[in-house]
């Protein structure tokens, strides 16, 4: 493994971990099986024992830890691998928990077909080119984007270019000889030859495409439907979202979790949105609400209305060197405020320790930037970190207190 090499597929692996202001970050690929409480329990060891032992959840459902060595990157790699059924290289996007059980194991099934062909795919694709595989866009993979995106429902089979699944440029085929992963390679081979930097959005008006689709029989087509959006709280079939306020997972919280998946026989899968699935019998029988209470108060999230629910916050001070402020201590000291100050939920805060903004890459309500002038912020009012600063705050979390009704009312 060469430990910081960036792979043509995707972002940070196990096998290429990224440089950041707190050593090495690797990321983990989605856990086809889940993490029961044992291989829970043991993870969160090697990551403490080698990296920072803070495990965060991205936003497309990723799990990811920092703070590694080139070594101890090497040795997490490989209890994830043993622990987490990690296999090496990227892998396309895919969940299949058992609490779905629609889709029989096609789905992952289709999506490692499609990452043995992509191992041997030679042409070079943009970094951040993404594979997304999915049923009806279940447990909120419809809302993320993807470069591509393969949809396996019933008999249908649909291939969508560009975008999330209500603004793709879709295709679909129905019927047996029909193979969505060839279709999936006629369009990444496509791809790479409009340029090593191409993203799906220079597919969307080709023709060429579409004619080589049409042979495999897959015609244009309108969105297919999507499932509903999952929110925190929502408990069925056996399972049970919770959300993860700020998207850390500090390693006391993630071995509580474990241990309480170990005694009550969960499994558990992260999910896009900075969710996490918890699958097993024991939820909808006697043991729910006990469970709920537990998981409260780990600090997880149960309402959807909660207000932590609308702040994000990078890794900021002190884990990240890049960091201006400590983002997520200033959240916590606003999240009472904000849930008075704003009942109806409509105002969304960012605090970026930096310019970079890695905690959200989409406009929100107020974002506080650190990392530029000392001992201040750059307030951005509906934009990005790297936006236009309307303002500069002092950066002690008293001042952003005092200012926050203000910067509300602007909003
Ligand atoms: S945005 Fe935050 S985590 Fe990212 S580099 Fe800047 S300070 Fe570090």
């Not at 060595?69 to 209890?79: M, R, Y």
């Not at 990444?188 to 004619?211: I, V, W």
């Not at 105002?347 to 890695?358: D, I, N």
Request: aromatic share 4%; glycine share 12%.
């Amino acid at each position: 493994m060469n430990a910081v090499e960036r792979r043509r597929f995707a972002c940070p692996t196990l096998g290429a971990p990224m440089a950041t202001g707190d050593g090495l970050l690797v990321r983990l690929s989605p856990l086809r099986d889940g993490l029961d409480g044992a291989a829970g329990a043991m993870l969160a060891e090697a990551a403490r024992r080698y990296g920072s032992g803070e495990f965060e959840l991205t936003r497309r459902g990723n799990l990811q830890v920092r703070g590694f060595d080139a070594s101890g990157a090497l040795a997490f790699a490989a209890a994830a691998k043993r622990l987490a059924g990690q296999r090496p290289g990227p892998l396309p996007l895919a969940l299949e928990p058992p609490g779905d059980g629609l889709s029989g194991g096609r789905l992952a099934a289709l999506r490692d077909e499609l990452a043995a062909r992509l191992a041997a795919f030679e042409a070079p694709l943009a970094a951040k080119c993404s594979v997304l595989f999915e049923r009806r866009g279940d447990w909120g993979f419809a809302g993320l984007a993807a470069d591509l995106r393969l949809r396996l429902d019933g008999d249908r089979l649909s291939l969508g270019i560009d975008g999330d699944a209500a603004s793709a440029c879709w295709f679909s085929a129905s019927g047996a000889p029909v193979s969505l992963c060839d279709a999936a390679m006629v369009v990444l081979e496509r791809l790479a030859g409009a340029g090593r930097h191409a993203r799906g959005g220079a597919l969307r008006s080709d023709r060429t495409l579409a004619a080589r689709l049409e042979v495999l029989g897959f015609r244009p087509s309108l969105a297919p439907a999507s499932a509903p959006a999952v929110v925190p709280g929502s408990l069925r079939r056996g399972t049970l979202v919770v959300g993860c306020p700020l998207g850390a997972l500090p390693s006391a919280r993630f071995e509580a979790l474990a241990a309480l998946c170990l005694h009550h026989g969960l499994r558990c899968w992260p999910l896009p949105g900075r969710l996490l699935l918890l699958a097993g019998e024991a939820l909808g029988g006697p043991c729910t609400d006990a469970i709920r209470d537990e998981l409260s108060r780990l600090g997880m999230v149960l309402d959807q209305r909660d207000p932590r629910l609308r702040i994000e916050a990078c890794r900021g001070r002190p884990g990240c060197a890049s960091a201006g402020f400590d983002t997520r201590g200033l959240a916590e000291r606003l999240v009472q405020q904000l849930a008075a100050l704003d009942p109806d939920g409509r105002v969304e805060l960012h605090l970026s320790g930096c310019t970079k903004g890695c905690a959200r890459s989409r406009p929100a309500t107020i974002c506080l930037v650190g990392g530029e002038r000392e001992g201040a912020l750059g307030v951005v009012l509906d934009g990005r970190a790297d936006g236009v600063r309307q303002a500069w705050l002092n950066d002690d979390a008293e001042c952003v207190a005092a200012a926050l009704p203000a910067l509300l009312a602007r909003s």
